[in-house]
């Protein structure tokens, strides 16, 4: 059996205090259920692959790239003979 040493803010603390006078369970009862609790709920969800994520991510309009992230080196070029109008 393993040993954990939990900080609860204030808020927390009273959520804490309120679920145990209610159900009437311990601290350490009250947290077990709420862990399993946990698990049941993100069980049926299938891990998040990395595109997942990235679907979600807002990453603004776009489309102001002069050059393709595969010829980078020619759009610093560019932009540098650009700044420079040689």
């Known amino acids: 059996m ?3 040493t939990v900080r609860l803010d204030d808020k927390t ?3 804490l ?3 145990v006078r209610k159900t009437g369970l311990s601290i ?3 947290f077990k259920k709420g ?3 946990l698990r049941d709920a993100t069980s049926d969800q299938p891990p998040q692959s990395p595109f997942d994520v990235y679907q979600k991510l807002d990453l603004g309009p776009g489309g102001y790239s002069t050059t ?3 010829q980078t080196r020619l759009g610093v070029q560019n932009a540098i ?3 420079h109008k040689r």
């Open 81 to 83: 003979k650009r700044k």
């Open 2 to 4: 393993g040993v954990r």
């Open 28 to 30: 350490s009862d009250t």
């Open 13 to 15: 603390e009273k959520v």
């Open 68 to 70: 393709p992230s595969t």
């Open 35 to 37: 862990i399993f609790a």
């Open 17 to 19: 205090q309120e679920v």
